[in-house]
């Protein structure tokens, strides 16, 4: 009787965990099977997206699952499953996992393309969202904003993704800590590849951003870690943390043009990440430091060259009781065995000092509390630059502690400390980036340094074998580097470079058709000649316009009555060698009127471009990444550069990079150029103007302010070997003092003055 009783309760126990174990799938191919199967999912069952593209499918996703028996959505085969047009995917239950879904070819009709919330009451925990890619899901307007994730919610994981390519406002990721079930959150975001993001051209284009200013003193614990960013350029923030106790560990920043900054909260870790720039770009940063309590250790700084608010180590000053919004003091932060290879001036304290701009700035924005109780110890610098620094202080470096901190060449006599030590530094390693010292120094033991006792690749820092910097043993750095780890597994990025076509045409109606039909880039060649175009050309790939020969150019005669080119979202164009005519009547260039959802780019070399209307006109929300005019002559036009519909001062601008060099503008009527940004917002620092060579004549007459070159609110200026004669206009160009704007031989000669003016008293933007 025993025996069977035993044999009949081990039969139950098989037949609870074969039921338990057992997986029911679902396969559904339209929204309504997909909304039945969801509505009937029991713990452990699998609803299957059945291969094809859904249009304007907006899930979701309500259920309850269970710890170790999930329920879960999921491509039949990811790759082959792609949600497009408007559409969305909202979660909201305990237990439940989505893999495999791929958004492109659209854009969110709500707040978030993937949300861990339906509504306030309903929201998603204990839930994943898995190897899914968002490609260019990106609004029609660069105004709208929203968000592509949304973290509510506690417990909740965001694993092996590629997200890429937004370029309208509002973070790509954000983590919400409004209400108590959305505090202590312990989110998990890792072995993600987060790909480029464009330039924006103001603020509110961070990739990642965990909490706001209104929460920030509340508990997070996020865990972002093991993560690729690349390229992420939407603004100054690749990762605005603004909440309490959030972890940022072994993730790397790959030629990104920003910052993992520490906005608002305290008490971040900051340990093992690589930040990676190069010989080009002084974009790119690495870490901005804000607030109380952060640890920042482990981390290896390679090849970065930018300053301020983009330094490899920028540390803030404070405001004076600051309210949530604005800058609270850095105090009792950690700065410890981090390397610092080939990267220009490692160290900048009190970024944002501006006691100087007073006359311009209520008090509640004068950023006068110096950092303190700051240890800086145990860090590795090199540097073969013959003009290598460590330090550039705004201010006072008097709460700063140096320990043990070991360069290869001098420091500068001001920031002389016995924690600042020249050595002949030897560095080996396996890569081209990761080096470490073959030297051994005795290292800092500050209070809880024990902690940190490992280095960026996990290896073990013992007694006898610990050492400066962030490693201690043969670097590795396939443990990092090795982008296959990052992303879905399933997905390749396209980011190769593609061959430029190439087509030869002698009339006006091959010309147009060129264009008209081109596919990717494309080169056309126009043969000497003249071609008459009644309709404007429209530029929504990548083209580029020459003459066969360049001592005998084309001649494009444009009657079309609005413009002779028009920019889509993604155009590219290119002129070399040609002439552009047109009535008077219409303009050059123009853009959209809206949903330039997406930045063009103009390049203008050795060009003759004479009678329209104006050079350049814009829409409010088109963005131009790069204008870059070489050798060439405008003349009988009304106006020039039109860059100034982004008036509602807040930090945008309508172009990133302006270069003029070496041409000619005569006869332009009233401003040849208005480049605009409007509002005081100390992290917003650009745009990017330069004006080196050129010569301005006859121009300016009909100005009503009497301005020749408008570059207000324009951070960054270069005014070189410029010539001005015969302008009838008071002021030639106002320029911005305090950011260093300089008049460098300027040629006047009946035309006003280059006024400079040291500050600039603008909106506050918060």
Same mark, same amino acid.
């Given at each position: ?6 044999? $009949? ?27 039945? $199967? ?51 995917? %909202? ?70 993704? !590629?997200?890429?390519?937004?370029? *309208? ?56 870690? *093991? ?125 944002? $000092? ?63 400390? %016995? ?21 051994? !120094? ?17 290896? %073990? ?26 992303? $879905? ?72 009555? %609005? ?44 060009t003759e471009i004479q009678n329209f209307k104006s050079i350049l006109e814009v829409s409010k929300g088109a963005f131009a990444d790069t204008i870059m005019v070489k050798n060439s002559n405008f003349k009988n036009c009304k106006a020039g550069f039109r860059l100034n519909k982004e008036t509602n001062d807040k930090g945008d601008y309508n172009a990133a990079f302006v270069t003029i060099k070496n041409s000619t503008f005569n006869a332009i009527d009233e401003d040849v150029l208005n480049y605009y940004r409007g509002g005081y917002d100390e992290s917003t620092i650009g745009g990017y103007l330069t004006l080196t060579g050129n010569t301005f004549t ?67 933007? !918060?």
């Open positions: 009787m025993k025996k069977t009783s035993i044999v $009949a309760a081990l039969l139950l126990l098989v037949f609870a965990c074969d039921t338990k174990t057992k997986i029911t799938e679902t396969l559904v191919s339209s929204a309504e099977e997909l909304d039945k $199967a969801i509505a009937n999912a029991e713990p452990g069952d699998h609803i299957v997206l059945k291969e094809g593209v859904y249009k304007n499918l907006q899930i979701k996703f309500i259920a309850q699952g269970k710890e170790g028996n999930p329920i879960t959505l999921k491509a039949e085969t990811p790759g082959k499953v792609t949600i497009e047009g408007e559409s969305s995917l %909202k979660l909201g239950g305990d237990y439940l996992v989505v893999d495999g879904l791929y958004f492109k070819n659209g854009y969110t009709p709500s707040n978030a393309v993937i949300n861990f919330k339906v509504n306030d009451t309903l929201f998603a925990n204990h839930s994943r969202v898995t190897n899914c890619v968002i490609e260019e899901f990106t609004q029609p307007s660069r105004d709208t904003k929203d968000h592509w994730i949304e973290f509510w919610g506690q417990y909740n994981e965001l694993d092996h993704c !590629y997200i890429a390519g937004k370029s *309208n406002q509002g973070p790509t990721l954000r983590v919400f800590l409004k209400g108590n079930q959305h505090i202590n959150n312990y989110h998990q975001i890792h072995h993600n590849h987060f790909g480029p993001r464009p330039r924006k051209g103001g603020p509110r284009s961070e990739t990642m951003q965990i909490g706001d200013s209104y929460t920030s003193m509340t508990p997070s614990y996020v865990n972002v870690s *093991n993560n690729y960013f690349e390229r992420c350029n939407g603004e100054v923030e690749i990762i605005s943390s603004k909440s309490n106790f959030n972890t940022f560990s072994n993730n790397v920043f790959f030629e990104s043009e920003g910052s993992l900054v520490l906005r608002h909260g305290n008490y971040a870790k900051i340990d093992g990440n690589v930040f990676i720039g190069n010989d080009n770009s002084e974009f790119i940063g690495g870490i901005r430091v804000i607030n109380t309590g952060h640890w920042i250790t482990n981390n290896y700084f390679y090849k970065l060259k930018g300053n301020e608010f983009r330094a490899p180590i920028a540390v803030m000053n404070g405001i004076p009781k600051s309210p949530l919004n604005r800058y609270n003091q850095v105090t009792d932060a950690v700065i410890a065995y981090n390397s610092f290879i080939e990267s220009k001036t490692p160290f900048h304290f009190s970024v944002g $000092a501006n006691l100087s701009q007073a006359e311009v700035l209520p008090p509640s924005e004068i950023r006068s509390a110096r950092p303190e109780r700051v240890i800086v110890a145990n860090n590795l610098v090199y540097s073969s630059a013959n003009n290598a620094s460590l330090i550039k202080a705004y201010d006072k470096v008097d709460g700063v502690k140096f320990e043990s901190n070991i360069l290869n060449f001098k420091v500068a006599s001001e920031f002389t400390s %016995k924690g600042l030590k020249t050595k002949t530094l030897a560095l080996e390693g396996g890569s081209d980036i990761f080096k470490k010292s073959t030297n051994q !120094y005795e290292t800092y033991k500050g209070f809880d340094f024990n902690k940190i006792d490992k280095d960026i690749f996990g290896n %073990k820092r013992q007694d006898a074998e610990n050492n400066i910097g962030s490693i201690v043993a043969s670097p590795e750095a396939s443990v990092l580097m090795d982008k296959s780890q990052y992303g $879905a597994d399933w997905f390749m990025s396209n980011t190769g470079t593609k061959k430029t076509a190439e087509i030869i045409v002698s009339n006006v109606n091959d010309f147009i058709n060129a264009i008209k039909n081109t596919n990717g880039k494309t080169k056309i060649i126009l043969k000497s000649g003249n071609y008459k175009v009644i309709e404007e050309l429209q530029i929504s790939q990548h083209i580029e316009l020459a003459s066969e020969d360049a001592s005998n150019k084309a001649i494009i005669n444009f009657t079309s009555p %609005k413009t002779a080119f028009r920019f889509l979202p993604k155009g590219r164009l290119s002129l070399d060698n040609v002439i552009i005519n047109g009535t008077g009547e219409q303009n050059t260039f123009t853009t959209l009127d809206k949903n330039m959802s997406k930045a063009y780019n103009l390049f203008i070399n050795n006859n121009s300016g007459k009909t100005d009503k302010d009497n301005i020749l070159l408008k570059n207000r609110g324009i951070v960054n200026v270069k005014f070189v070997d410029n010539t001005f004669k015969n302008n009838p206009v008071k002021l030639v160009a106002i320029l911005w003092g305090e950011k260093g704007q300089k008049d460098e031989n300027t040629t006047l000669v009946n035309s006003g003055e280059v006024k400079i003016v040291q500050n600039l008293k603008l909106k506050l933007v !918060y």
